[in-house]
């Protein structure tokens, strides 16, 4: 179908203040043409809120937001023409299949015929053929998720909104559909603006995540550098699984147990600062260490076996305790130490990833 | 005996302590059939039995014999016919009445704070506290020739002569509303709360303006608890009898009224009965139809979807 | 153990005392308000008292309360207040005792104010009443006038029930008081009458259905003239209502006393009858309500004052201008007269 072109969306100074809270504080966000953009965060973070003043079902206390040029902070929900999908869908329960995807198309005369076709069109689109005259109730989640997003898309819109539309359903059928949606909306490539609070979702679907926390955005970036590179502990706590070790800073360079640490960036201006570890990439070292690598000596505690992985659980001379994850093949499971033993970390450069120690 | 040998057997080693789950499964159902006996025998006492006493009672002649001369009374009489006209006619126009008042009160309060709504729900409960007989007469101080509502309009010159609003039809229905808005506000508040307003949220961003949306989306929803309230209201309008009584001006008679009419007038309960069997069997045979309307509804999808 | 003793004890002196207590004891059923008032205070407990016994009262709401306890086998009423075509119909019905007028002295009576299953005890009229702000003094003054809506304008109030209903419409209709009911028993005669009821009915503001309504009425000016009992008329001028009524062609009807079927105290009752039966109470009862006595002793012993006794029904000056009820008739073809009224009301 000939599609209108996605829109961009441009937020300046956005703040809304619920009390003395601030949900949104002065929040600055450009969300590219086409683009997957997730808003990730806590909840309470504030990226509901954010996207209700998208939908504008929520008005902020000032500030600026624009469909391509035009600015619609001001304007009713039903003149902005963006698609949603509700969290638990909103499909109405007095009207059938289709019905409820036909909704919108109604509401803008599409004429009968054509209406017809779009609504089977949009139906084939989430793979619900022929669901046309059933009843909502007879649907399951995910075909009711399926119904809510034909309708959210019926219509052409040039933006579409989802407030965590998966979170209702089971691990299996979410993760099934993260990869639908992602399918979609490369087919569609409709500017989509998606709230989660699971950061697995948002790293599986983004073109980019808003990491949001307190109604600030803490780090906008591709879902990689949001892992790899956090941009402060904040984010690197609430992505993923993490240590935090303190190191001493002289010289612009960073020391561990009174080693150098080689890093891929210099540690952070002036201040305390922390030595990030991500379980998965520390890597367990015969005695004698690897060139090259960064080398952290402790004693194992205990290994935790966890079906696809095992984790070692080391406990450093200072008394900080790290994992190491390894993959559970027999062979490297026969070769994880026993507790009490003695070993070596190594922490590749590009991985060693060093943060000031502001507490998030 | 067979259920012994039976047990025995269902107890062998690969099935252990299947009799004694299975005695643990019967015994709990008998528990709660003997929890339930009490409701039981209430409608046995209170219900069944009065109404069967009621249908054998409208057979008897005066004389104690079986007869037909009660039903024959309806039949042959044509003020019988017309009393029950006038009874549906009267509950109909009151559950329209009380349909149109009370959707629009039931939908603001629906709209207020829940605290909000919950102090002007207990205004709208409020009259259900004080005599249906006070509440009646009240109406009538205020709307007879001299009462305060012609008064009052004539002072003011809304007219000049006092208006006939009360002993009539307009009295009637004037005192039936005030008593049964209260019926139709409930359920019809309820299904409105319980109306996500996701529904509404989603028509509006789909399209559709405040005005639509209420329309499309709001209506049709809260429709369960219009149709439970005009149920309720107009059932128990088929039974009134103190408002047309006292309101109607004597021309406003029900079936309730002439069943105490024909109390006073005949010797044996029998013309009464027939009365009530009549009005019974009308008001079962439009529950009947309500209830396949209403079961349309659901296949429509009404009931609030998960 | 004593305590069960103990309660035992006081259950059998409790019993005991009730059924001393109802040996001597006599329940009295009326209608309530004023009325039951009036009697109560001049003849049920001055009457108890001369007696020696313990009248206890209660009210009930009409003859269907006493066919309901007298078909259940638990009559607890004695004595029973009716109205004079009430009391026949439940006489003929079998619900009321005969009376013993051997007990009874009637020999001072009205002829017609006692039949076998009831007792006079006061005598009213339905009268003709009107509004005095709006007719002055020159109210209507017969039935005639009633229906003639040219010369008395005003809205209307009929009684919704048939019992003195059908009367004065062939009164205005033409028909002599001593022939109405020669009339209303011949064929065509109940229809006549509810023609001219008809013709009346875009007249009729209100249709009542008791005494306090047809006096509330007039006291709010609701309507302009009415039928209705003329005790409740005098009740309410004493008031302040603006109402003026004439005996001119009212019905004469009578209240009376009656015993229920298997009253538990029968012979105690049939007493009772005979005490408040005498003149004396009579005359006094006519202090509380303008209602006059059935026993036309009670003129002449000089307890009521010769102006007051003017006023009442049943003095000779106004029983003469009035008709007396036919019970007869009542109890013959009230059911099928009740049934045209009520088509007729419905139409």
């Given at each position: 179908m000939a599609r209108a072109e996605p829109l961009p969306i441009t937020i300046r100074q956005l703040t809304?203040?619920?009390?003395?809270?601030?949900?949104?504080?002065?929040?600055?966000?450009?969300?590219?043409?086409?683009?997957?953009?997730?808003?990730?965060?806590?909840?309470?973070?504030?990226?509901?809120?954010?996207?209700?003043?998208?939908?504008?079902?929520?008005?902020?206390?000032?500030?600026?937001?624009?469909?391509?040029?035009?600015?619609?902070?001001?304007?009713?929900?039903?003149?902005?023409?963006?698609?949603?999908?509700?969290?638990?869908?909103?499909?109405?329960?007095?009207?059938?299949?289709?019905?409820?995807?036909?909704?919108?198309?109604?509401?803008?005369?599409?004429?009968?015929?054509?209406?017809?076709?779009?609504?089977?069109?949009?139906?084939?689109?989430?793979?619900?053929g022929g669901y046309g005259s059933r009843r909502v109730d007879q649907l399951s989640g995910g075909q009711r998720q399926r119904v809510a997003l034909a309708r959210a898309i019926v219509f052409e819109p040039r933006i579409l909104l989802m407030d965590e539309p998966l979170s209702a359903l089971d691990k299996q059928l979410r993760e099934r559909m993260q990869i639908e949606l992602r399918g979609l909306h490369e087919r569609l490539g409709?500017?989509?603006?998606?709230?989660?609070?699971?950061?697995?979702?948002?790293?599986?679907?983004?073109?980019?995540?808003?990491?949001?926390?307190?109604?600030?955005?803490?780090?906008?970036?591709?879902?990689?550098?949001?892992?790899?590179?956090?941009?402060?502990?904040?984010?690197?706590?609430?992505?993923?699984?993490?240590?935090?070790?303190?190191?001493?800073v002289r010289d612009g360079a960073?020391?561990?147990?009174?080693?150098?640490?080689?890093?891929?960036?210099?540690?952070?201006?002036?201040?305390?600062?922390?030595?990030?570890?991500?379980?998965?990439?520390?890597?367990?070292?015969?005695?004698?260490?690897?060139?090259?690598?960064?080398?952290?000596?402790?004693?194992?505690?205990?290994?935790?076996?966890?079906?696809?992985?095992?984790?070692?659980?080391?406990?450093?001379?200072?008394?900080?305790?790290?994992?190491?994850?390894?993959?559970?093949?027999?062979?490297?499971?026969?070769?994880?130490?026993?507790?009490?033993?003695?070993?070596?970390?190594?922490?590749?450069?590009?991985?060693?990833?060093?943060?000031?120690?502001?507490?998030? | 005996m067979a259920g012994t040998g039976a047990e025995m057997h269902g107890d062998d080693a690969s099935r252990p302590n299947a009799a004694g789950l299975r005695r643990d499964a019967a015994r709990e159902r008998w528990a709660l059939l003997g929890l339930a006996s009490p409701a039981f025998v209430l409608v046995l006492v209170a219900m069944a039995i009065p109404v069967a006493w009621l249908f054998w009672l409208s057979f008897l002649a005066d004389d104690g014999s079986l007869s037909l001369e009660?039903?024959?009374?309806?039949?042959?009489?044509?003020?019988?016919?017309?009393?029950?006209?006038?009874?549906?006619?009267?509950?109909?126009?009151?559950?329209?009445?009380?349909?149109?008042?009370g959707f629009p009160l039931a939908y603001v309060l629906s709209q207020l704070p829940v605290r909000a709504a919950n102090l002007c729900m207990i205004a709208v409960m409020l009259p259900l506290w004080t005599s249906l007989l006070v509440r009646t007469y009240a109406w009538l101080v205020l709307l007879q020739r001299q009462g305060l509502v012609n008064k009052w309009a004539i002072e003011l010159g809304l007219w000049q002569e006092p208006l006939k609003l009360v002993h009539n039809m307009t009295g009637t229905l004037i005192g039936m509303v005030h008593i049964m808005l209260p019926f139709m506000v409930l359920p019809v508040y309820g299904s409105m709360?319980?109306?996500?307003?996701?529904?509404?949220?989603?028509?509006?961003?789909?399209?559709?303006?405040?005005?639509?949306?209420?329309?499309?989306?709001?209506?049709?929803?809260?429709?369960?608890?219009?149709?439970?309230?005009?149920?309720?209201?107009?059932?128990?309008?088929?039974?009134?009898?103190?408002?047309?009584?006292?309101?109607?001006?004597?021309?406003?008679i029900l079936v309730a009224n002439r069943i105490a009419n024909d109390i006073e007038l005949f010797f044996s309960w029998g013309a009464a009965s027939a009365l009530g069997v009549v009005l019974l069997v009308l008001t079962l045979a439009f529950l009947w139809l309500a209830s396949r309307m209403l079961r349309l509804d659901q296949v429509l999808g009404g009931g609030h979807g998960r | 153990m004593s305590r069960l003793h103990v309660i035992g004890a006081a259950l059998a002196a409790s019993c005991a005392l009730a059924a001393a207590a109802g040996a001597q004891e006599l329940t009295v059923v009326s209608f309530g308000g004023s009325y039951q008032e009036a009697q109560s205070k001049a003849l049920f407990q001055p009457a108890a008292k001369a007696m020696g016994i313990k009248v206890k009262e209660e009210t009930y709401t009409g003859i269907a309360d006493l066919r309901l306890r007298v078909k259940a086998g638990s009559v607890t009423w004695d004595v029973v207040a009716s109205g004079s075509g009430s009391a026949a119909r439940a006489g003929a019905e079998g619900i009321l005792e005969k009376l013993d007028y051997s007990l009874i002295d009637v020999s001072s009576f009205y002829p017609s104010l006692k039949q076998d299953f009831c007792v006079g005890g006061d005598v009213f009229s339905t009268v003709l009443a009107w509004n005095t702000k709006t007719y002055g003094d020159k109210g209507p003054q017969s039935w005639a006038d009633f229906w003639d809506v040219k010369k008395f304008p005003g809205k209307r109030s009929y009684r919704k029930g048939v019992a003195g209903a059908l009367e004065p419409a062939l009164m205005a209709d033409g028909v002599p008081p001593g022939k109405v009911y020669e009339v209303l028993s011949a064929p065509g005669g109940i229809d006549r009458a509810i023609?001219?009821?008809?013709?009346?009915?875009?007249?009729?503001?209100?249709?009542?259905?008791?005494?306090?309504?047809?006096?509330?009425?007039?006291?709010?000016?609701?309507?302009?003239m009415v039928t209705g009992w003329n005790g409740r008329f005098d009740v309410v001028k004493k008031d302040g209502a603006a109402v003026a009524y004439t005996f001119n062609q009212a019905l004469l009807d009578y209240d009376c006393y009656a015993i229920a079927k298997g009253a538990p105290n029968k012979d105690l009752a049939m007493k009772f009858l005979a005490e408040i039966s005498k003149p004396q109470y009579q005359a006094e009862f006519t202090k509380y309500i303008t209602y006059g006595p059935t026993n036309k002793k009670a003129y002449e012993i000089g307890a009521i004052d010769a102006a007051y006794a003017k006023t009442l029904p049943s003095h000779p000056d106004n029983a003469a201008k009035q008709l007396t009820i036919d019970l007869n008739w009542y109890i013959k073809f009230e059911a099928d007269a009740a049934a045209a009224y009520q088509n007729m009301l419905t139409e």
């Open positions: 809304k203040a619920f009390g003395t809270v601030h949900a949104l504080d002065h929040v600055d966000l450009d969300v590219r043409r086409g683009e997957f953009l997730t808003l990730l965060g806590p909840s309470g973070s504030g990226k509901t809120t954010l996207l209700m003043i998208l939908a504008g079902f929520a008005r902020p206390d000032h500030g600026s937001v624009k469909f391509g040029d035009a600015e619609v902070v001001r304007l009713p929900p039903h003149k902005r023409d963006v698609g949603m999908v509700f969290q638990n869908y909103a499909l109405f329960p007095h009207m059938d299949v289709a019905a409820n995807v036909a909704f919108p198309l109604k509401l803008r005369r599409v004429p009968r015929a054509e209406r017809d076709r779009r609504v089977e069109q949009a139906l084939e689109t989430v793979q619900l409709i500017t989509t603006v998606y709230v989660t609070h699971d950061q697995r979702e948002a790293l599986t679907m983004s073109d980019r995540i808003a990491v949001i926390s307190h109604g600030r955005v803490m780090q906008l970036d591709a879902p990689r550098r949001i892992y790899e590179q956090p941009a402060n502990r904040f984010v690197a706590e609430f992505i993923g699984e993490s240590t935090f070790i303190p190191v001493a960073a020391f561990l147990g009174g080693r150098p640490l080689q890093a891929a960036q210099a540690p952070p201006g002036p201040g305390r600062c922390v030595l990030m570890v991500r379980p998965e990439r520390l890597q367990l070292l015969g005695p004698a260490g690897e060139p090259g690598m960064n080398l952290i000596a402790g004693r194992v505690r205990d290994v935790v076996y966890q079906g696809d992985s095992f984790l070692v659980r080391v406990v450093l001379a200072d008394g900080t305790e790290v994992g190491a994850r390894g993959v559970a093949s027999s062979r490297a499971m026969a070769a994880a130490p026993a507790p009490g033993a003695e070993v070596t970390l190594g922490l590749s450069p590009a991985d060693t990833i060093l943060l000031a120690d502001a507490e998030a | 009660h039903y024959r009374r309806l039949v042959e009489q044509p003020s019988y016919a017309r009393i029950f006209r006038a009874t549906f006619e009267v509950s109909l126009v009151t559950t329209a009445i009380c349909a149109l008042l709360r319980a109306i996500d307003r996701d529904y509404l949220k989603a028509a509006a961003n789909l399209g559709a303006g405040p005005v639509r949306a209420f329309w499309l989306v709001f209506v049709p929803l809260s429709m369960p608890g219009l149709a439970a309230g005009a149920l309720i209201v107009f059932i128990l309008c088929l039974g009134f009898y103190v408002t047309p009584a006292v309101l109607g001006g004597g021309t406003i | 023609k001219k009821i008809k013709e009346l009915k875009p007249h009729i503001a209100v249709w009542w259905a008791s005494g306090a309504q047809h006096a509330q009425l007039m006291k709010d000016g609701e309507v302009d």
